[in-house]
């Protein structure tokens, strides 16, 4: 019986928090219960402490549900004696943890399970090599001066092998890197090190400080304070060095042989662990991709976005329309209970055999039930020509057909495309600023972020689809078939058993379209008062009123009343422009407009405005939008005015918001030039404005809300994360069913 | 020498009797033994108010004349009372045109440069610019407005300030611009007893914060009478507040009281006596009655509203503010207080088209609430005409209409409270914070035309002491469903509602009618 192998035995887990960490220790706490103690060392994280992670994120998750539901009110009792929980990470010395959990450790941990990684492809040099390397060599080193010589079984990858061809045996690797050049681990992670505080360097040299606060001053645009552009300069660093250590980082795995950093740095780890060894007994299990479960803890458990997801994603949204790959290449898909199984089994024959050397398991598919690149893109898109997604206005997305070509020819077809766009891109940042710019920007914007997703999944899993090898799994096998009947039962994971159109259509598919708790979603915090703001556009929205009729109702006043007449008629002659302008542009029409003002006295302009809020305002109002107003501000939204109107015709509803943002004439000499002191409030100038505004005030634009009437309030209303289009013009209408936003019709009074 | 106030007891063979019922008027004949109380007649107008003016400010009480206490480079700040009193709002030139223009005519002469004028309008609704220029005139609308002559802003952040409190911790605040002049001229009309004295600033000069402490449902359970100041706890928290008040500033108060010449000689039948119509009188009547019935409510409203008043005045006084109410008080007695001889079952009254707080507007059902339970029931000095426990009938049809620009908060109000609750301490503990403070409410408070979105809730705290007070309140010829809303009963006639009365009074109810216009007093022995 396994079980009996674990009997008393102290397990030390890491990575209990990840996708196969969490699967790994509810099977173990549900099918040994012979076993001792099961040790977790968590990393805290910002808002949570390593106790009160496990209990939410690993205990509050549905993989624990079936032994929740097995062990109904001891479950509390039968964890809290069970594990242990150490507040630490494998990244620092010493685990991060005091010399008394150290001692005990020492003492009393029979096994090590480490299945903490980094398991991102483009991860930043740095950071991969710290996770992959240091933090495994670290335990490692650790693990060889504690009591018991704990057997250590190390989680690694079947892509370790690289790019190499043929069939990979299940062996530590030789001295030569995939591509054949002699590699020593040691020298290896100096030598990347090395790099690390080059590209480091170079970032604080004084030519790039200049060039990224001229882009930061730029992006900021005149609304941005000192404060903020260095800020943001310094971001801009930050993203520019991160870049260049993803770039580095993937160049030199390429070199030797490897698709990326992650594979190398895993390779890099086994290979300096064999080299450090000592008598320490090893098990080095090397999973392929891990995907959702075939059955335990429930069919179709899956957490977050595992490898292959993405892409399906991607492909189901109708983003990837081509995608290079050759059709034979083998996608070697796992499921997580059969890596957990093997895990199981494979730490109990090594605790009963203590190994003197290395033992190698490979958990993989392609040898005994391969999965090739176009049975899967057959079984995926025949699951979603039945089970189309849909976009946010609720349409069924069509998925594209794909024709396999080179990854090449993908590659400088996309190229082409984005250079196409940059191209269309910089000639629209000349055209005059209009709702037709906007319109075209964002075509060239949604273009280019397709071809940028379409290129970076090519370059990301192109070496994945592009496979010439085979993961043997031989030993794996020889593993499952040691086992006395009742165990094969209990910790299945032969793979031959899976059919994979079954599991890709029935289990795992659903389970990544339509579960919406696949990804556990963040609880938003707590809304603290003034985060949440409620942002109104008003001419058009909160008032059925514009510009011009205002401006003609304020004049009107001024005028005797034989010459209103006269007045009028010679507005109306000028309409026809005014239209024009504002259809081109609304900022230009601001500009234009506003000119109408000059030679007026601020003083009489605030007494006019003051009137017109009773004379001209009040009758034009839509009283549901003063409703939602105040709904907004009884909930403890902060309101925002933002409007294109002249400030002194918004002094009466300063009442009713918190911040009033909008346009203001210069004075000289005490009367109004005409001109307008700042940007007009239209267009990507509101945008710029709110988020300029969100920062000096912390308010957290993506749960604000935002209510606007026009297509030149688009950019205002994709800057927050509830938009409202308010009696939306044709163009905002079609946009906002795009988009899937909310449409609102509001009445004049009385209307 | 006028005629005095009287009183009558109907026999078998009395005419009917008209009742006013909102903008149409009610007639029926009244049971034998039905006791009337009627006005006294107009008393005599000065023969030369504007001479009187001139004495008041030349020898005012208990301070210097009023050119001693001007002097250049003074800030003087002038305050009146808004187009809430009186009523009807009285033909051109109005009191306050003639006082003021004095006032300014010796300020000019003293070379007073720094002098604001402020429409002491406290929570009600801002004047129009044509309202402002029936009370004041064209010569000083030319003159000081929009700049230096404007409505009172008890809603402006910078425009309030806190000068103490009272040693019971209520708030003391007013304008800045008042607390700030080196005096204040304040001119009151003196339509009721209810007005003037310090209530003048600390209802007409200051912010919600201050008054709540005296409108609210509590204080005006107390307050007996309204029209009877020693006897209204409302007045007490007022004169305290008033006593603090002085201490800060200087202020020269100018009080005068009109006659109750209320309307025009086309409605001579409301200044006679039912019996002494002449047949022309009442087929005048008749004629009118019928007229309003016709027309539409709108139009009949419209002519309504434009009756102006040829109120006179009788009395000017001017000087310190306790000892000229005083005075106030006692000329204000002399028109109203009409003697009565012990107290009756059942009141009957008849409500009026106009109140305080719909000039130019609509009477909507809480004003006539506020008219019926809050002003006509508390015009009496000692004991109310009605007897503890008693019943009062009023007469209106209390249709659901609402200014929508005037009464937005009154609109709101009678849509989400009233359903819930008729009860002012409920109403007034679960929904006058969030009214008084919404802000959309103070904005149309501040730059439309509404009343201060806690004025409904004052407007309802009148009737406390009168619910306090009476065994049951009875409509005639109400809506029944707003009716019942408010929380009353109702019936289609006098007879009817007497006899639903005996349920609550006993089968042999002693009734009283007290017959307006134009407004009286009761005082009962």
């Avoid at chain 1, 209103?564 to 000028?574: A, E, N, S, Y």
Wanted: one cysteine or more.
């Amino acid at each position: 019986m396994l079980d009996e192998a674990y009997r008393g035995k102290n397990v030390l887990v890491t990575g209990g928090t990840g996708f196969l960490g969490m699967a790994l220790v509810e099977k173990m706490l549900r099918n040994l219960p012979l076993l001792n103690r099961l040790y977790l060392l968590i990393r805290p994280s910002r808002e949570k402490g390593a106790k009160e992670r496990f209990e939410s994120d690993v205990l509050g998750s549905p993989v624990f549900s079936r032994l929740r539901e097995e062990l109904g009110s001891r479950f509390e009792e039968y964890i809290a004696d069970k594990v242990r929980i150490l507040e630490g990470d494998v990244h620092v010395d010493h685990l991060g943890l005091g010399a008394e959990a150290l001692t005990e450790l020492s003492r009393e941990v029979d096994v090590i399970v480490h299945s903490a990684a980094s398991v991102v492809f483009d991860a930043p040099l740095d950071a991969a090599v710290g996770s992959n390397v240091r933090g495994t060599l670290g335990l490692f080193g650790l693990a060889q001066g504690w009591e018991k010589k704990p057997l250590f079984v190390h989680v690694s990858t079947s892509y370790v092998a690289g790019t190499k061809e043929g069939l990979i045996p299940e062996e530590v690797p030789d001295e030569y890197s995939p591509s054949g050049v002699r590699l020593d681990p040691k020298a290896e992670v100096m030598y990347l090190e090395e790099v690390v505080r080059e590209v480091e360097k170079a970032s604080r040299t004084k030519e790039l400080a200049r060039r990224l606060q001229t882009e930061a001053r730029r992006e900021l645009g005149m609304v941005g304070e000192d404060a903020e552009v260095c800020e943001r300069a310094e971001q801009l660093r930050r993203a520019w060095v991160r870049e260049q250590l993803v770039e580095r980082g993937n160049e030199r795995a390429r070199s030797l042989g490897w698709q990326d950093v992650y594979t190398f740095t895993k390779s890099l780890a086994e290979r300096w662990m064999l080299q450090d060894r000592g008598d320490l007994p090893l098990v080095i299990l090397r999973p392929a991709i891990i995907e959702s479960s075939v059955t335990e803890p429930h069919p179709g458990w899956i957490q977050g976005s595992r490898m292959a997801d993405p892409l399906i994603m991607a492909f189901a949204k109708g983003i990837l329309r081509a995608f290079s790959g050759n059709p034979e290449s083998l996608i070697d898909i796992v499921p997580v209970d059969h890596v957990v199984n093997a895990v199981v089994v494979a730490t109990a024959r090594g605790l009963v055999h203590r190994p003197c050397e290395p033992e190698v398991y490979q958990v993989a598919s392609g040898e005994k039930n391969p999965l090739r690149f176009q049975d899967l893109y057959k079984h995926v898109r025949e699951y979603f020509l039945k089970n189309p997604l849909r976009d946010a206005g609720g349409r069924p997305v069509l998925v594209p057909e794909w024709g396999f070509p080179g990854r090449r020819w993908v590659e400088r077809r996309l190229k082409v495309e984005l250079l196409g766009l940059k191209i269309a891109g910089s000639l629209a940042t000349r055209m005059p600023e209009g709702h037709l710019t906007t319109d075209l920007r964002g075509r060239i914007a949604r273009g280019e972020k397709r071809a940028r997703i379409s290129l970076y999944y090519s370059r990301i899993y192109g070496a994945y689809v592009n496979m010439q090898s085979t993961f043997s799994s031989a030993r794996t096998m020889e593993l499952f078939r040691s086992l006395p009947e009742e165990d094969r039962r209990a910790f299945p994971f032969d793979i031959a058993e899976v059919d994979w159109k079954t599991w890709l259509q029935e289990t795992h598919l659903p389970a990544v379209t339509s579960k919406p708790g696949r990804k556990k979603r963040r609880r938003a915090p707590e809304e603290k008062v003034g985060e949440v703001a409620a942002i109104f556009d008003v001419d058009g929205t909160i008032v059925a009123s514009n510009v011009v009729s205002h401006y003609a109702w304020l004049k009107l006043q001024e005028l005797p009343m034989a010459l209103r007449p006269l007045w009028v008629v010679t507005l109306i002659g000028r309409v026809p422009y005014y239209w024009l302008l504002d259809k081109l542009s609304r900022a230009h029409f601001n500009r234009a407009f506003y000119k109408n003002y000059k030679g007026w006295s601020p003083a009489r302009a605030r007494t006019l405005g003051m009137q017109s809020f009773y004379g001209y305002v009040l009758k034009r109002l839509h009283p549901e939008g003063i409703a939602a107003l105040r709904k907004h501000k009884s909930a403890g939204h902060r309101i925002v005015l933002l409007s294109g109107t002249l400030d002194f015709l918004l002094e009466p509803f300063k009442d009713l918001a918190d911040d009033v943002l909008t346009a203001r004439l210069e004075e000289e000499n005490g009367v109004y030039t005409g001109e307008l002191s700042g940007a007009p409030v239209a267009g990507e100038a509101r945008a710029r404005m709110l988020a300029s505004f969100a920062r000096r005030t912390n308010v957290d634009l993506s749960r604000s809300y935002a209510y606007a009437d026009s297509i030149s309030d688009l950019p205002m209303l994709e800057a927050v994360g509830m938009p409202v289009a308010v009696n939306p013009d044709a163009r905002l209408r079609a946009a906002a069913r795009d988009r899937g936003w909310q449409i609102k019709q509001w009445r004049k009074n009385g209307a | 020498m006028s005629r005095p106030g009287f009183t009558t007891i109907l026999e078998k063979n009395s005419p009917p009797m008209w009742f006013y019922a909102g903008d149409v008027f009610h007639y029926e004949k009244l049971p034998e033994g039905t006791r009337v109380v009627y006005s006294p007649g107009p008393l005599e107008p000065l023969p030369e108010p504007i001479v009187a003016i001139e004495r008041a400010l030349l020898e005012p009480m208990d301070m210097e004349p009023l050119h001693e206490l001007l002097r250049p480079g003074m800030k003087l700040t002038i305050a009146f009372d808004d187009l809430s009193i009186p009523l009807p709002p009285m033909r051109r030139p109005d009191v306050r045109q003639m006082i003021i223009e004095k006032v300014l005519e010796k300020g000019a002469a003293k070379g007073v440069e720094d002098i604001h004028l402020i429409a002491a309008l406290g929570l009600h609704r801002r004047m129009t610019e044509a309202e402002l220029r029936h009370c004041l005139g064209n010569k000083i609308m030319s003159c000081y407005y929009p700049d230096r002559l404007y409505n009172y802003d008890a809603e402006d952040p910078d425009g309030n300030v806190v000068i103490g409190q009272t040693d019971r911790g209520e708030e003391v605040s007013v304008s800045r611009r008042v607390a700030e002049s080196d005096l204040l001229v304040y001119v009151n009309v003196n339509f009721i007893p209810m007005d003037g004295g310090h209530k003048s600033v600390h209802t007409g000069l200051a912010p919600y914060s201050s008054i709540q402490h005296h409108h609210n449902p509590h204080t005006l359970k107390n307050t007996c009478s309204l029209m009877d100041p020693p006897n209204s706890a409302m007045h007490g928290s007022i004169n305290r507040m008033g006593r603090i008040f002085d201490e800060h500033v200087k202020v020269f108060h100018i009080e005068t009281t009109l006659n109750n010449r209320t309307y025009p000689s086309v409605f001579d039948f409301m200044a006679k006596p039912e019996y002494q119509w002449s047949t022309v009188t009442k087929a005048n009547f008749l004629a009118t009655q019928k007229t309003t019935q016709m027309m539409p409510l709108a139009v009949n409203r419209r002519i309504s509203h434009s009756i102006k008043a040829p109120h006179r005045i009788t009395s000017v006084q001017a000087g310190a503010t306790e000892p000229v109410h005083a005075e106030t008080l006692s000329n204000n007695y002399k028109q109203m207080v009409v003697p009565v001889e012990g107290q009756s079952d059942v009141l009957l009254v008849g409500i009026p088209y106009l109140g305080p707080y719909n000039v130019n507007s609509i009477m909507n059902p809480l004003l006539v609430y506020n008219m019926l339970l809050g002003y006509l029931f508390n015009l009496y000095r000692g004991k109310p005409l009605v007897r503890e426990g008693g019943v009062l009938i009023g007469t209106h049809p209390m249709s659901a209409q609402f200014h929508k620009v005037h009464h937005p908060s009154y609109i709101d109000l009678w849509n989400e409270a009233f359903p819930e609750t008729n009860d002012i301490y409920e109403i007034h503990r679960r929904y006058e914070k969030e009214y008084a403070h919404d802000p959309w409410y103070r904005t149309l408070y501040r730059n439309s035309y509404a009343y201060h979105g806690a004025h409904p809730f004052t407007v309802l705290y009148w009737a406390a002491h009168a619910l306090d007070h009476l065994g049951d309140v009875i409509f005639v010829g109400s809506d029944p469903v707003n009716t019942s809303r408010m929380g009353f009963k109702r019936a289609n006639t006098i007879a009817e509602a007497l006899e639903m009365a005996k349920d609550v009074v006993g089968p042999n109810p002693s009734a009283t009618y007290m017959h307006l216009p134009p407004l009286f007093m009761a005082e009962v022995s």
